[in-house]
């Protein structure tokens, strides 16, 4: 099956810094990452996605990378603000298949 | 946010107790979810019902007991549950399964005492 491998676990940063969560996975099938934001005390929630027919997608200050040769696609957060501190999960997926998710980075903005 | 419901937010039970998680969307999707999500520990999925049908069961204890009467509510029925069941429970749908958006209800925060 498949297995996500995400890093760094927690991530320290002081506001207006760039932030870089990656994950790795196993199965070369997959074709589907999407990104929730999940922050304290609420559910996750998807910010960002991107389709292997694609290796880069942006909205705002969030962007997702994928390199499918090397297996891994990555987050990027510019410009960080505090109300980016959150856990975020990367989630590996294709066909009907159900996704597999990231340990989760925990983000820590300072001000 | 109304897509996705769950009741309660919160449960305290006993070991010996019986109870019911419920979950509720509102999204017209087809997949339903139940996900454990403890301290430190990543998501873990438990059940998976895709057109009220459970297609997926990740070697939960018999202790947990999925229901999925329409595909819009879920169940998660509780007995004899231990003290390390204590976590947060999660409930997302999906259109599909597999290369869809989750979405996610609020969760029920259980305790087990």
């Known amino acids: 099956g498949e297995n996500v491998e995400q890093h760094p676990s927690t991530l320290s940063v002081q506001e207006g810094d760039s932030a870089v969560i990656k994950c790795t996975y196993s199965d070369s099938a997959s074709n589907y990452f999407p990104w929730y934001k999940q922050e304290l005390g609420k559910r996750p929630q998807l910010i960002i996605d991107i389709r292997s027919n694609v290796g880069e997608k942006k909205d705002q200050r969030i962007a997702v990378t994928l390199n499918k040769t090397a297996k891994h696609f990555s987050l990027h957060i510019t410009e960080t603000q505090p109300e980016d501190s959150a856990v975020y999960f990367c989630a590996a997926s294709w066909g009907s298949y159900i996704p597999t998710f990231g340990r989760g980075t925990s983000l820590i903005v300072h001000p | 946010e109304t897509g996705v419901t769950q009741t309660p937010r919160h449960l305290v039970m006993g070991m010996t107790n019986k109870k019911s998680l419920k979950c509720e969307q509102h999204l017209g999707h087809n997949a339903m979810y139940w996900y454990k999500q403890s301290a430190k520990k990543p998501l873990e999925l438990m059940f998976v019902?895709?057109?009220?049908?459970?297609?997926e069961n990740n070697s939960v204890p018999s202790r947990f007991s999925p229901e999925c009467p329409n595909s819009s509510h879920l169940f998660l029925h509780l007995h004899t549950l231990q003290p390390e069941d204590s976590a947060l429970y999660l409930c997302a749908s999906s259109q599909g399964s597999g290369s869809d958006t989750q979405y996610f209800g609020p969760g029920t925060r259980l305790t087990v005492l």
């Open positions: 019902y895709s057109l009220e049908e459970r297609v």
